[in-house]
């Protein structure tokens, strides 16, 4: 039967390795050792270490031929993390005044729009959020669109009906 491929290689080189480094440690506390300077007992540090020596190589040469295919991708995470960005920034910058109207190819429009985001940022994040900037009074906001959250039943019958 074919062996399983781990779920994760990368994972799994970067487990071998923390296990090998421990292993390179264990041995050179123990050449330390007054014991150690025995010619059998050297010997057998000295195999020791030619096999970790193998062993890092080979886990380095591994860890080389790792392609980005091979790692595993991060599933499910993202929906939280959008929600938050967009409600916390993308949201209340669509919605401020203070963000001038974009213009193509105008250098200060767009150095003054990069000044209003980075502000409303920097507050964003000296307030935990954007909440506090949302409803201070000093923040003025387009007014809420209705027709942007509704669905309109009656118009859209009248046009399939007409």
């Known amino acids: 039967m074919l ?3 781990p779920r994760d290689p ?3 080189l970067r487990r071998r390795g923390q296990e090998l480094k ?3 440690d264990s041995l050179v506390t123990e050449s330390q050792l007054t014991g150690a ?3 059998s007992k050297r010997r057998e540090i000295y195999q020791r270490c030619i096999q970790l020596k193998q062993a890092v190589d080979e886990n380095k040469n591994t860890l080389q031929k790792l392609n980005k295919a091979d790692e595993a991708a991060p599933v499910g995470n993202y929906e939280p993390e959008f929600l938050l960005v967009y409600h916390d920034c993308v949201l209340p ?4 005044t203070l963000l001038p109207p974009f213009r193509w190819a105008e250098e200060e429009t767009e150095a003054a729009r990069w000044k209003a985001i980075a502000d409303f940022l920097k507050q964003s994040r000296e307030n935990e959020g954007s909440l506090k900037a949302l409803l201070s ?3 003025v906001h387009k007014p809420f669109d209705l027709s942007e959250q509704t669905f309109d039943f009656l118009g859209e019958i009248r046009k399939n009906s007409g």
């Open 93 to 96: 910058l669509l919605h401020s």
């Open 37 to 39: 300077l025995e010619p």
């Open 22 to 24: 421990l292993q390179v």
């Open 3 to 5: 062996a399983r491929r």
């Open 10 to 12: 990368l994972q799994a």
């Open 137 to 139: 009074p000093d923040g």
